[in-house]
């Protein structure tokens, strides 16, 4: 099965961020590295964001603090975004 990629401005639609938000996480190193695939620009896999996701909500893993809360704790859906 191909995987799902996701530009950056995608992966911030469906996080609920703007995608300047998505570019910091990731030169701060708040996106894990499996998530990001170098092509011709960055490329985020939706698997392994949907894995980051999962480890934040257990607390295997930090919430980042932007202003959204990833870790489901705040009722709405997280905050990522989806529909």
């Given amino acids: 099965m191909e995987k799902r990629l996701l530009t950056t401005e995608e992966l ?3 996080l ?7 570019r910091n996480w990731r030169s701060l190193g708040k ?4 998530a990001i695939v170098p092509l011709a620009g960055v490329r985020y896999d939706k698997e392994a ?3 980051w996701i999962r480890s934040i909500k257990e607390g295997k ?3 980042v603090k932007v202003g ?3 870790s489901g704790s ?8 989806r529909p």
């Fill in 16 to 22: 609920g961020v703007s995608p300047k938000t998505v």
């Fill in 74 to 81: 705040s009722g709405g859906g997280g905050g990522y975004g």
């Fill in 68 to 70: 959204v809360d990833l």
């Fill in 61 to 63: 893993a930090k919430p």
């Fill in 31 to 34: 996106i894990p590295e499996d």
């Fill in 12 to 14: 911030a639609h469906y």
């Fill in 49 to 51: 964001i949907d894995e």
